[in-house]
């Protein structure tokens, strides 16, 4: 691989300190995910600047005998701190977990970066940040091609099912099902948060005795089609909420 410098705007998404005092890092970049390492970076000035959810201009060198790209310079562009609130930082955090399993190193994705972007401004800034959580989470899923199955029975094929699957996360017909059907609101939720804009979205926000079923569902879909996501155990008082009446 020839040597050369780079610089590239992004959001950290992961990071992790070695023993050795390196800084791993991911960055959502519009030229792709990047993954860097800032040498010695947790005893430096960069330190402060490369922190999660933290939107940087990095400059990075990769040599000829290098896996990892090395953070030279990075200079913080801008920071959301009610993302460190702990009703917002789960939500915040679940999203840059997707978003570090869903885009690939150099998959060219301008659109990728705008929406989760977006998603870290809602969730920092709006008075609800679980519905803009959820929402957005859906929106990352489908933009990477992951969309759950809503026009027939994830089993039989049956057309317009409507109750949950509690192994899928997708949605199951009345003979295949052990499960109550959705409420209508939150049936019409999953089946065109897909294909509805976020703004559509976010004006009919569901109420919260309805929403643990769609977490439920999100996580059932995302560990079958994607893998574990530690993330899930920040929001257990989300996903296991007693289901409505």
């Known amino acids: 691989m020839r040597s050369r410098t780079a610089n590239r705007s992004?959001?950290?998404?992961r990071r992790r300190v070695t023993p050795a005092g390196d800084i791993l890092l991911s960055l959502l970049t519009p030229q792709g995910k990047l993954k860097a390492v800032a040498r010695g970076g947790v005893r430096g000035p960069l330190a402060s600047?490369?922190?999660?959810?933290?939107?940087?201009?990095?400059q990075v060198y990769q040599g000829p005998q290098?896996?990892?790209?090395s953070v030279q310079q990075a200079v913080l562009e801008g920071a959301l701190p009610t993302l460190a609130q702990p009703e917002r930082y789960a939500f915040a955090h679940l999203m840059a977990e997707f978003a570090d399993a869903l885009f690939q190193e150099g998959e060219f994705s301008e659109q990728a970066f705008e929406l989760f972007a977006g998603a870290l401004r809602g969730v920092a800034h709006q008075p609800d940040p679980e519905w803009v959580a959820l929402?957005?989470?859906?929106?990352?899923?489908?933009?990477?091609?992951?969309?759950?199955q809503t026009a027939h029975c994830a089993r039989c094929r049956a057309p317009e099912p409507a109750h949950p699957d509690p192994l899928g996360g997708q949605l199951l017909c009345r003979d295949c099902a052990?499960?109550?059907p959705y409420p209508p609101d939150a049936l019409e939720f999953l089946r065109g948060v897909a294909r509805r804009t976020v703004r559509a979205s976010m004006d009919a926000p569901l109420p919260p005795a309805q929403r643990p079923a769609l977490w439920r569902a999100l996580e059932r879909f995302v560990t079958?089609?994607?893998g574990n996501v530690q993330s899930w155990r920040q929001l257990v008082p989300y996903v296991q909420a007693a289901p409505t009446p």
């Open 10 to 13: 992004g959001i950290v998404i």
């Open 224 to 226: 079958v089609q994607i």
């Open 178 to 180: 052990a499960l109550p």
């Open 66 to 69: 290098n896996d990892l790209a």
């Open 49 to 58: 600047r490369l922190n999660l959810f933290h939107h940087v201009h990095v």
């Open 135 to 148: 929402v957005m989470s859906y929106k990352l899923l489908a933009l990477a091609g992951f969309i759950p």
